[in-house]
């Protein structure tokens, strides 16, 4: 699907309750399909990937249903049965390196598969560890699909490389099946949500700043109301930023502090953006965010920062563009593994709508502020985050820009247009 995108010269205005976070709503049915009795997810996502996810556990003998638009219930005996077909993960990265923890502790073999791109993303990260607590696991030359033999686990104390919840959790969720203890230690902290989950569910897990453990558990099933998703918010964030005359109320936003980076990232640059509203539930943070267009410049965005936005990079690229002076980003190399590879791919397609913008090996350098001129066609490749993102550069370009393969926004956010449209119809 192509979808056009014409420059915005009213702004945005009014507000929009940002749909369900995404991340949260993987680990709920995951770890609920763990946990002996009835679980209540309400305000699950209906983005692709986390429907995988709940695919993937239905096909393992748990019974999960919606009992309304939006409240999935779920009924487990705590033990998952072996599958009678391939387990397709689709999209999903989350769904395979975290399933692929859990099955790896089952009493029982199982093949994990996804779509084309999924099939290209690096999994030795979650192999080599898996395999040093005694998993069994033949890939094709570390990627999908995953034969995993299920066997019995040993408890590891490994030191991550690579500052990565979907490694962290799934060594954290081996460690549910695992003798002795499970540790965990990253370089920097990643998003935590399978910390906070697994614990408020009575998982035997132990939190100490980079390091986290695991014993063998039984959870306990969960009732949650997940949040907003911030990833989604982002564009958002970055449309009225860069869109003059916008001022917009963002509702129901996860908060948590291992995610916020993109907040702290534009406040960096400038921006008149605050949280007027803010609560706990279930352990996790959310509220309201108030957004206005903003006179922007450049920063640095590196290090530590880096993990708690990865997935904002893309978006953050195309705010840099309307900052006065130089933004660089750096210590993203992990960006070149996603669904695309996200440096290569925004430095590319912003430069064709007139982005004065530089790839280097961890990251890109962009100088603004820059008069984007459109007029031309761009490519997502098959990638969600890099699809919205171009949308919003299509809302300051001086011509319309055309995307090609638009639908790929789906994955995450089937909602996208729908919402923005609510802020331009004024």
Same mark, same amino acid.
């Given at each position: 699907? $192509? ?8 702004g945005?205005?009014?507000? @929009? ?10 680990r ?7 946990? =002996? ?18 695919d993937?556990?239905k ?16 009924n ?5 049965? =072996? ?12 769904t395979?390196?975290?399933?692929a923890?859990?099955?790896a502790?089952q009493?029982?073999?199982s ?8 099939s ?9 560890p ?13 990627h999908?699909p995953? %034969? ?6 040993l ?8 500052a ?8 954290l969720?081996?460690g ?7 540790r965990?230690e990253e ?30 558990? $039984?959870? =306990?099933?969960? =009732?949650?109301? @997940?949040c907003g998703?911030?990833?989604?918010a ?13 001022d917009?109320i963002?509702?129901? @936003? ?9 907040i702290d ?28 267009y ?12 880096i ?18 002076? %130089?933004?660089i ?10 669904e695309s ?7 590319? %397609? ?7 913008i530089?790839?280097?090996p ?10 984007l001129?459109g007029?031309? $066609? ?5 990638d ?7 949308y919003?550069?299509g809302?300051v370009? %001086?011509?319309?820009?055309s995307i ?16 923005f449209? $609510?802020l331009?119809?004024n």
């Amino acid at each position: 699907m $192509q979808k056009t995108v014409y420059k915005n010269l009213k702004g945005l205005k009014g507000s @929009v309750t940002i749909p369900s976070d995404k991340s949260i709503s993987h680990r709920a049915v995951i770890f609920s399909s763990l946990a =002996k009795g009835t679980s209540t997810i309400k305000n699950f996502s209906k983005g692709a990937d986390p429907l995988s996810s709940l695919d993937v556990v239905k096909s393992l003998g748990v019974d999960a249903e919606f009992n309304d638009e939006n409240t999935l219930i779920i009924n487990s005996s705590g033990r998952l049965e =072996k599958p009678d077909k391939i387990l397709d993960c689709g999209n999903s990265g989350t769904t395979m390196r975290m399933m692929a923890g859990i099955l790896a502790g089952q009493n029982f073999n199982s093949v994990l598969t996804g779509d084309a791109s999924l099939s290209k993303r690096p999994m030795k990260r979650i192999i080599e560890p898996l395999s040093l607590m005694g998993a069994n696991i033949n890939s094709e030359e570390g990627h999908a699909p995953l %034969e995993i033999e299920g066997s019995g686990l040993l408890g590891i104390d490994y030191t991550s490389k690579l500052a990565s919840a979907q490694v962290k959790s799934c060594l954290l969720l081996a460690g549910l099946f695992a003798d002795g203890l499970t540790r965990f230690e990253e370089p920097y902290l990643s998003r935590n949500h399978t910390e906070i989950m697994l614990k408020h569910m009575g998982a035997d897990i132990e939190i100490s700043g980079l390091k986290v453990s695991i014993k063998r558990s $039984q959870l =306990k099933p969960l =009732k949650i109301d @997940v949040c907003g998703d911030i990833s989604s918010a982002a564009f958002f964030i970055a449309a009225a930023l860069i869109v003059p005359k916008s001022d917009i109320i963002l509702k129901n @936003v996860g908060l948590n502090p291992t995610r916020t980076g993109i907040i702290d990232a534009v406040k960096l640059m400038g921006a008149d953006i605050e949280v007027i509203d803010s609560y706990v539930h279930s352990g996790e943070i959310a509220g309201d965010i108030r957004v206005k267009y903003s006179k922007l410049k450049g920063c640095v965005i590196e290090k530590a920062l880096i993990p708690r936005l990865i997935d904002e990079l893309p978006v953050i690229a195309v705010i840099a563009t309307q900052a006065e002076g %130089e933004t660089i980003v750096k210590n993203a190399e992990d960006l070149r593994n996603k669904e695309s590879d996200r440096i290569k791919s925004i430095v590319c %397609e912003l430069s064709k709508v007139g982005a004065d913008i530089k790839e280097t090996p961890d990251g890109f350098k962009i100088s603004g502020k820059t008069k984007l001129n459109g007029g031309t $066609q761009v490519e997502c490749y098959h990638d969600h985050r890099l699809a919205m993102s171009l949308y919003v550069a299509g809302l300051v370009c %001086e011509n319309p820009v055309s995307i090609n393969g638009f639908e790929w926004a789906d994955i995450s956010f089937p909602e996208f247009e729908r919402l923005f449209a $609510q802020l331009t119809q004024n």
